[in-house]
């Protein structure tokens, strides 16, 4: 059983939409979650990383908490094509300090 | 400021040959993490280091894996001997306890 999973898509979104990337969790213990971007033959850049219930917001970038549901999601507003990457979900090991790593949604922004 | 910086960031060789890949880690990070990444197993951990000491190094996949890191700004994962199936790419990140991991620009391995 996988303990982050993500819809590795593709998810496909016209220029200018809202992108919706979800990411489940099995471990309750997990206490930060993490957002990163992945371009091709590039490293993982991190984008948000969200610690407590509910929204945080950095410009077009919204990540949602719901430790209840055991659910992370990341909303891109007002889409460019040059979002287009694989999107990394990441959860902390309760235990440690290592991250379990969801294997990416891929969004592709159309113009 | 200089990130985590990994050499080499491509690497060529034959099957049996022993390879070396290096990491210096962001000045002050006391945290080390090894990664290797394939497109069906995804991001895998295969070591971590806290202040130099291996802490989990149970994603090592056999014994042809080793990592050291003899001080607080290198460390390398040595595959001896090396198959065509450790083809990948090996990321090396660092951070500070509770923060984001910062990653390496990786290194591509393949293994003909």
């Known amino acids: 059983q996988k303990e982050v999973e993500q819809n590795s898509g593709p998810l496909s979104v016209p220029e200018g939409a809202i992108a919706s990337l979800n990411c489940t969790y099995s471990?309750?213990?997990?206490?930060?979650f993490f957002w990163y971007r992945q371009y091709s033959g590039k490293s993982p850049e991190l984008i948000m990383f969200?610690?407590s219930n509910g929204d945080k917001e950095d410009g077009r970038f919204t990540a949602q908490l719901n430790k209840a549901s055991q659910y992370v999601s990341l909303l891109i507003r007002d889409s460019q094509p040059s979002d287009s990457a694989t999107y990394l979900c990441a959860v902390n090991h309760p235990d440690n300090r290592k991250l379990i790593w969801g294997l990416g949604t891929s969004l592709a922004v159309n113009p | 400021d200089a990130g985590v910086i990994q050499s080499p960031r491509h690497e060529v060789t034959e099957m049996g040959q022993e390879v070396t890949l290096r990491c210096k880690p962001i000045?002050?990070?006391?945290?080390l993490f090894w990664y290797r990444q394939t497109m069906m197993r995804g991001l895998e951990l295969l070591i971590y280091f806290n202040n130099n000491v291996p802490i989990d190094d149970s994603g090592m996949p056999e014994d042809r894996f080793s990592a050291k890191m003899p001080n607080a700004s290198f460390s390398t994962l040595k595959i001896q001997p090396s198959e065509p199936r450790d083809s990948a790419v090996y990321f090396c990140?660092?951070?500070?306890?509770?923060?984001?991991?910062?990653f390496g620009d990786g290194t591509r391995l393949s293994i003909l």
């Open positions: 471990d309750r213990g997990s206490q930060s």
């Open positions: 969200i610690y």
């Open positions: 000045s002050g990070h006391d945290y």
């Open positions: 990140a660092s951070n500070l306890a509770g923060q984001p991991q910062h």
